[in-house]
Nanobody
Framework: QVQLVESGGGLVQAGGSLSVACAAS????????MGWFRQAPGKERELLAA????????WYADSVKGRFTISRDNAKNTVALQMNSLKPEDTAVYYC????????????????WGQGTQVTVSS
């Protein structure tokens, strides 16, 4: 089992950049693939980016491809999402999640969730 805590959300102007991070507990972080999700008010939770357990494979949703980058540091038990060229429609609560079975691009593969961090992009 892994416990996840996000940090780094905040307010940024459109066109700006922001990075969110997720710290994981435990010594088995490299057993889990990780993903970043977001949920805006009135909308379903959306998988944005995912990374395999050792970082060799990444996946991005079309909505963020070319603007967001996911990375992980297994030595520090962290996963990050660098967000560039932010738009007002990127405003949401951002969650990190982890899974150990299934495909990294499948929402249903994720078992463990953080509490979320708010990202607000002003126009």
């Amino acid at each position: 089992q892994v416990q996840l805590v996000e940090s780094g959300g905040g307010l940024v102007q459109a066109g700006g950049s922001l990075s969110v991070a997720c710290a994981a507990s435990g010594r088995t972080f490299n057993r889990y693939f990780m993903g970043w999700f977001r949920q805006a008010p009135g909308k379903e939770r959306e998988l944005l980016a995912a990374i395999s357990s050792y970082g060799s494979t990444t996946w991005y949703a079309d909505s963020v491809k070319g603007r967001f980058t996911i990375s992980r540091d297994n030595a520090k038990n962290t996963v990050a999402l660098q967000m560039n060229s932010l738009k007002p429609e990127d405003t949401a609560v951002y969650y990190c999640a982890g899974g150990s079975r299934g495909y990294i691009e499948h929402v249903g593969s994720y078992e463990y969730w953080g509490q979320g961090t708010q990202v607000t992009v002003s126009s």
